[in-house]
């Protein structure tokens, strides 16, 4: 590992991305362990525990979200560029924006909505474990503003780089 490596792993973003990693890790493991718990229980002792497939149920609406993010930040989210690719200069950047505009656009209309319903989940709690249900419906909020973000950091990223360089080349 070179001293540029240390440094790049040793950055603010790249902390918060192993962090955030482990946090899906440790949300993924607890989703499989109370899953299987339950599992061994219903076969062998024809029972379960509630608690663990609401548990459950919580921990998979987080994973997904924040791994939704995750995967915008890699930008390993599924595209389809089968027209633009095959674009070049106004014509391509024209797509570009409009893409990005679409996106930022459903992405504001999901974070009015999650944020409608972390208003309203407030008063409501969940049924075993008693959790306000606004805790859940935060999740998407958390999805759509941390896509957000993603796609403005990118935006301006995509506008500051050199000329020369391809709008959809990823440097490392």
């Known amino acids: 590992m070179t001293p540029t490596d240390r440094k790049k792993d040793s950055s603010p973003g ?3 991305h192993r962090a955030t990693e482990a946090l899906i890790a440790l949300s993924l493991a607890g989703m499989v362990l109370a899953v299987f718990v339950n599992v061994v229980l219903r076969y ?4 379960g525990i509630v608690f663990y497939e609401e548990l459950s149920r919580l921990l998979f609406v987080w994973l997904v979200s924040i791994g ?3 995967a915008s930040v890699e930008n390993k989210h599924l595209g389809f560029d ?3 690719s095959r674009l070049k200069g106004v014509p391509r950047l024209l797509c570009n924006v409009a893409t990005r505009v679409a996106i930022a656009g459903v992405l504001l209309l999901v974070v009015r909505g999650s944020w409608d ?3 309203a989940g407030m008063d409501s709690r969940s049924t075993v474990i008693g959790y306000p249900l606004a805790l859940a419906a935060a999740s998407t909020l958390v999805l759509a503003v941390g896509m957000l973000g993603v796609l403005f950091a990118q935006t301006v990223l995509e506008w500051r780089a050199p000329p020369h360089q391809a709008p959809d080349a990823v440097t490392e």
Do not use: E
């Not at 062998?44 to 029972?47: A, I, P």
């Open 14 to 16: 790249a902390r918060l």
């Open 44 to 47: 062998v002792f024809d029972t």
């Open 68 to 70: 939704a993010v995750l």
């Open 82 to 84: 089968m027209v633009v």
């Open 117 to 119: 319903q972390v208003i």
